[in-house]
C-alpha cells in the first residue's frame, strides 16, 4: 500500500465564511477516503472558531496559531511566533502539500518554500482589486507550484491582474451536499424568528463588510418598501460595518423593516423563512451563499459579479442586476415580491441546476485527483 499523500492546509479563519465550508467538506472527504490515500490536517491563523470546533469534533487534526484579528503590533509578534512554529511543523510533518486558502492564510503557506520541499497551492476565492494586495501577491507568486481559482471569472483576473500564467491557474468550483439543506416548513422557521405571515422577508447572510454591498442593499429596500411596505430584510453575519449599516438603516428611516443577526449556522433555517435572497456584493468569487439559496429553492437577486454568473443565468434561475446599481437591485426585488410565478420558476430551476452542476461529491473528487496529481509530480 502507498504512502498516503500527507496535505497540510491552512486557513485564514475558522469560522463559518465561505472557505471555511469549503476547507470543512474538503478535510471530511480526504479523512474519509475509502482507499486511505491522504492524511490532512488543518491549520488556522486566528483563533479556534466554529469551524475549527467541528473538525475537532470529528476527529480531524487541528490547529490554531491564535493571531490577532486584524493586523497591527500584536498581530505581527505573534506572527513572528506563529512562523517559528510553523518551521517546526513541517520538518516534523514533512508534507507533500501545503495549501492555503484566503490571502493572509496564502502568504504564510508560500513561507513553507523557505522549510520544506512541500509543493504549494494557492486558492484565491474572491476578486479583490485592492492593488497592495495584487503586488504582494506578484511578489510572492514564484513560492506557489499551483494557483487554484474558484471560478472561470476569478480565473481571468487573476491572469490579466495578478499577470499569473493561466498554466499555473487551475479551476475548481465550489460544490454543496444537498443532503445539509432539508426542506424546513416554512410556517414554523418564520414562527421561531417571530416573523408576520403577512412580511415578505428578503434574506441575505456574509461578512459586514464594503465588498459586500449590504449598504447598497439598504438603500435599495429603503426605495422599495414604498411599493411593497410589507418587505422585511434579515442582515446575518458579523463584521466591522455592523454599526454604520445599523446607522444608515436609522438615517433612511427603514431601522424598524431591517433586523440585524450575527453569523450563525443554521442557515437552512434562515433561508427555509425567507422569500427571497439577495446578494448585492461588489465583487465576488464564487458565493457559497448562493449555491445554499439555490439548494433551498429561495429566489434569488444577485450582482452579476464574479463567479455569480457562472452559478445563475438572468431570468433562469436568478435576476442579475448590475454591481452598484440600487435602482435595479430595487427593481429586482420588488420584481420577485409581486411576481410569485417568477419567483417559483426561478427557484424551481436553480435548485435543479445547483443538483446538477455542483455536487459536493465531485468538488472533493476533482480536489482528490489534484493531490494526488501533484503528490506525484504532475501539475
Known amino acids: 500500500m502507498e504512502k498516503p499523500v500527507k496535505i497540510l492546509i491552512v486557513l ?9 465550508k469549503i476547507v470543512l467538506s474538503l478535510a471530511r472527504g480526504l479523512s474519509r477516503d475509502p482507499g486511505r490515500r491522504f492524511e490532512v490536517k488543518v491549520f488556522a491563523l486566528k483563533r479556534k472558531a466554529r469551524t ?13 496559531f491564535d493571531l490577532g484579528e486584524k493586523p497591527g503590533l500584536v498581530y505581527f509578534l505573534r506572527a513572528l511566533g506563529a512562523i517559528q512554529a510553523w518551521r517546526k511543523i513541517l520538518q516534523a510533518e514533512s508534507p507533500d502539500l501545503v495549501h492555503g486558502f ?22 484565491v476565492r474572491v476578486i479583490d482589486d485592492r492593488r497592495f494586495l495584487i503586488v504582494i501577491d506578484r511578489l510572492t507568486s514564484s513560492l506557489v507550484d499551483l494557483h487554484l481559482a474558484v471560478s472561470e471569472e476569478v480565473k481571468k483576473w487573476m491572469a490579466a491582474e495578478a499577470g499569473i500564467p493561466e498554466a499555473k491557474i487551475k479551476v475548481i468550483k465550489n460544490g454543496i ?9 416554512k410556517t414554523q422557521a418564520r ?17 459586514l463588510e464594503r465588498q459586500k454591498g449590504l ?6 429596500g429603503a426605495d422599495a418598501l414604498k411599493q411593497e411596505p410589507n418587505l422585511k430584510f434579515l442582515i446575518v453575519g458579523d463584521g466591522s460595518a455592523r454599526q454604520s449599516l445599523v446607522q444608515l438603516a436609522k438615517g433612511l428611516g427603514v431601522e424598524q423593516r431591517f433586523v440585524f443577526l450575527e453569523a450563525r449556522p443554521d442557515i437552512s433555517e434562515l433561508l427555509a423563512a425567507a422569500d427571497i435572497f439577495a446578494l448585492p456584493s461588489r465583487w465576488e468569487g464564487m458565493p457559497n451563499v ?5 439548494s433551498m429553492k ?17 431570468e433562469k434561475e436568478a435576476l442579475l442586476v448590475p454591481v452598484e446599481n440600487e435602482a435595479a437591485l430595487s427593481q429586482g426585488i420588488l420584481r420577485l415580491a409581486k411576481d410569485p410565478g417568477l419567483a417559483q420558476k426561478l427557484a424551481t430551476q436553480a435548485r435543479a441546476r445547483v443538483e446538477r452542476e455542483f455536487s459536493e461529491s465531485a468538488m472533493i473528487e476533482n480536489y482528490k485527483e489534484l493531490y494526488l496529481k501533484m503528490a506525484r509530480g504532475k501539475n
Open 290 to 294: 448562493i449555491l445554499e439559496a439555490m
Open 298 to 314: 429561495v429566489p434569488i437577486v444577485a450582482t452579476a459579479t464574479g463567479g455569480v454568473v457562472e452559478m445563475v443565468e438572468n
Open 215 to 220: 449598504d447598497l442593499l439598504i438603500r435599495a
Open 177 to 185: 451536499n444537498l443532503q445539509d439543506f432539508p426542506m424546513i416548513e
Open 12 to 20: 485564514t479563519d475558522s469560522d463559518l465564511g465561505g472557505a471555511e
Open 52 to 64: 475549527g470546533l467541528k473538525l475537532e469534533a470529528e476527529k480531524i487534526p487541528f490547529s490554531s
Open 102 to 123: 484566503l490571502f493572509q492564510a496564502n502568504l504564510f503557506a508560500r513561507l513553507s518554500k523557505c522549510f520544506s520541499t512541500a509543493k504549494n497551492i494557492s486558492s
Open 191 to 207: 414562527s421561531r424568528l417571530g416573523l408576520l405571515e403577512n412580511e415578505m422577508v428578503v434574506l441575505t447572510a456574509g461578512r
